[in-house]
């Protein structure tokens, strides 16, 4: 809210300072993502760019790379978009229409293992036991069952499905409002937007008491094109750097966070983080 | 996520049939806000429209009625516009710019009162020991200290401010994304965006490197319009209806969500609410 004049001009100082962009200004180590873990979502609305997660969603990772490379998704529309809940786009497979493309297993969450990249961020959070980030990340974990899963942050890419376990196919959904936690544990949650939540937030909405579902054609916003980022020559290839949870600099910045000394706080807030208001926005270089 | 089919049938069918706008299909009791708490606000990209709150912060209204009154905020840029966070707007008095505007004192939270119209949400929140509902807006509250705040949820107007909590002039900002409660009891929070939101969606962003500042004027989204609900013509002002939240209609659906049993849920989540992931839109009859 308050001008932070002198620490915005050492950034852009600092930037214009920096030729190498895995040392950014902020301080932070960043990593690049790998081609195959990339999609590149293009809409008139802009470009966005999401980071699958084969280690929490194996098979959809796999269902849905193929799809994209066999270019399944280009022209299909965001069908079913409710503000401050999802955009829904697909070929509508989850509303009934015939598809033969075969379903995905449920993989809803993986066992806890010790080995994982953790990084905790909140106990007792009031969804799960704990928090935390794996590989840039939001998951949430229980202890006593052992068990961690990706939580449903704004950005966070999933599979929709109908009303059993193993009935998503194609259709997926990005999350655009304030986390809906609830379907933590009961989804397919394959990926985030890391690059154009902005161009996210500007696909067409639908009637909230229609469910979200837009009839007409000419009202829903399309895909232009899906592709893996393995599938674009690297030559056209952009760069995508995310922040690298597994660093010190990203748990000094949570730190910071979850502890508020800033004179501006007249009020101290509480010593807590949620998981999903981290800023996590990766950076495209051309 | 999954085809409610039969649901929305019946909901358009009981739309259809409904000829009381106050009676919706939706089983909710609706309220009409006042004009003088209304706030139309109107941009290229679409109407968004605010209902204020007197109750909570009383001096903040006052200055900002008066303002919108005398078409203050007509033509003025979000000059400050980070995704996920906060859209900023105003004459960019904030900015240390010269304003013979007088300054607001802070009226962050008021005293607790055991009068005022209380839907507890949730106790032990993350962030407060209990969320609520005051007349349709998200607050948290201090049972020890006997406080109450308007809690920075997603669609919360409030003013900017500089350093001192008494500083707050003429430049308000909405929250765009995950809940910023650590913004709770430090900022003069004065009203909702009750209808809109994917409008303000549309605001066109700054690069969060520089602090969401927009330097370039043709890259700001502008304030068209601001009106206040009662200099509207009554021929020309619409209707806007708002869940009741003292409405039992309303205690029974966060009931629903609080608990969920629907057999879509392959893991039942825990029975606890995020007083932010309500939905609350309201309804603009013309």
Request: charged share 30%; net charge negative; hydrophobic share 40%.
């Amino acid at each position: 809210m308050t001008r932070i004049t002198v620490f915005w001009l050492l950034t852009v100082l600092a930037a214009a300072l920096s030729l190498n962009p895995a040392c950014a200004a902020d301080g932070l180590v960043w990593r690049e993502v790998e081609p195959d873990r990339l999609v590149f979502l293009e809409m008139a609305e802009g470009q966005v760019v999401i980071e699958l997660s084969p280690l929490f969603a194996p098979r959809t990772v796999k269902q849905f790379s193929k799809l994209a490379s066999e270019g399944f998704y280009d022209g299909l529309p965001f069908y079913r978009v409710i503000d401050g809940f999802v955009a829904q786009g697909g070929d509508g497979s989850d509303l009934g229409e015939f598809s033969d493309i075969p379903l995905i297993d449920a993989e809803f969450e993986i066992d806890w293992d010790e080995e994982l990249p953790w990084l905790e961020v909140q106990r007792e959070d009031l969804f799960a036991d704990r928090t935390g980030f794996v590989n840039g990340f939001a998951v949430g974990r229980d202890a006593k069952e052992d068990r961690a899963w990706l939580t449903h942050c704004p950005g966070v890419v999933a599979m929709a499905r109908n009303e059993g376990p193993n009935t998503s196919r194609t259709d997926f959904y990005i999350v655009i409002g304030q986390a809906p936690r609830y379907l933590d544990r009961n989804m397919n949650v394959f990926g985030r937007v890391v690059h154009g939540m902005e161009v996210v937030q500007r696909i067409r909405r639908g009637e909230p008491d229609r469910n979200g579902i837009i009839e007409e054609d000419t009202a829903k916003s399309r895909i232009r094109r899906l592709r893996l980022g393995s599938d674009v020559p690297e030559e056209q290839r952009p760069t995508v750097l995310v922040p690298d949870t597994r660093d010190d600099s990203f748990s000094d910045l949570l730190d910071d966070r979850r502890d508020r000394k800033q004179k501006f706080f007249d009020h101290r807030p509480p010593k807590v983080l949620d998981v999903c208001q981290v800023p996590l926005s990766g950076r495209v270089i051309r």
